[in-house]
């Protein structure tokens, strides 16, 4: 068990919907992360929080937001579902930003299909 | 462009066997490498992290190896058990305050 908590871990819905994934961190850890792999892809950055701060963004479309929270929990909102949406969604957590040995830690993640 | 390569893109062993897996980059700067197990419908979980001075380093039957200068990694796995049945990720840091770059891994299996 990473200690990085996703709810739900399945999400069913249709094109056109509005979603939101939980994510709590790991105690301790400030940096929040979250990630996208579609089916035999490798993990896409969407975007980092860090200590209730946007740190940096990746290719995240307009569509998709996030927040982070007091109590360092984030959530992932994606809006105007597409069936390309449709893969495993990620969130990963650490204490600062991952420089040198900081180790990076992954919940279970939540798998969303688009219909 | 930053890119992580990874080679082969699927292998087949049987339990027993070593393996080793490669994983090539273009990232510049480089700030360290990573390698993870992901197993099927979970999340990765780390295995090793090497900074630019670090050539080899080990996790019991993970070792893995870094070439700073030709920008290669490798994995290797000793006496493979069928638990080893994971895809293996290859991540690098770009620079000091960049973004981990994933490559799409190698899919292991491990046959009795």
């Known amino acids: 068990d990473s200690g990085v908590t996703q709810t739900p871990k399945h999400l069913i819905t249709a094109t056109g919907q509005r979603v939101t994934l939980r994510c709590s961190p790991r105690s301790g850890d400030l940096s929040v992360y979250w990630y996208q792999q579609s089916l035999d892809q490798g993990l896409q950055f969407l975007i980092q929080?860090?200590?209730?701060?946007?740190?940096a963004k990746g290719n995240i479309l307009e569509r998709f937001s996030a927040q982070q929270f007091p109590d360092l929990h984030s959530e992932l909102n994606l809006s105007s579902l597409e069936l390309g949406d449709s893969a495993l969604y990620f969130c990963?957590?650490?204490?600062?930003?991952?420089?040198?040995?900081?180790?990076?830690?992954f919940g279970s993640g939540t798998q969303l299909s688009v219909l | 462009k930053n890119q992580v390569e990874q080679s082969p893109q699927s292998l087949i062993i049987l339990e027993g066997k070593n393996c080793t897996l490669q994983c090539n980059y273009t990232v510049s700067p480089f700030s360290n490498l990573r390698w993870y197990k992901q197993d099927t419908g979970r999340g990765p979980v780390s295995l090793t992290i090497m900074t630019f001075s670090e050539n080899t380093k080990s996790n019991g039957r993970y070792t893995a190896t870094l070439d700073a200068d030709t920008k290669q990694s490798s994995l290797h796995i000793t006496a493979s058990q069928l638990s080893d049945s994971a895809s293996y990720i290859c991540v690098v840091r770009r620079g000091s305050q960049g973004n981990l770059i994933f490559g799409k891994g190698t899919k292991l299996s491990v046959k009795p």
């Open positions: 990963a957590s650490s204490v600062g930003q991952v420089a040198g040995n900081e180790k990076l830690f």
């Open positions: 929080y860090y200590n209730g701060e946007e740190r």
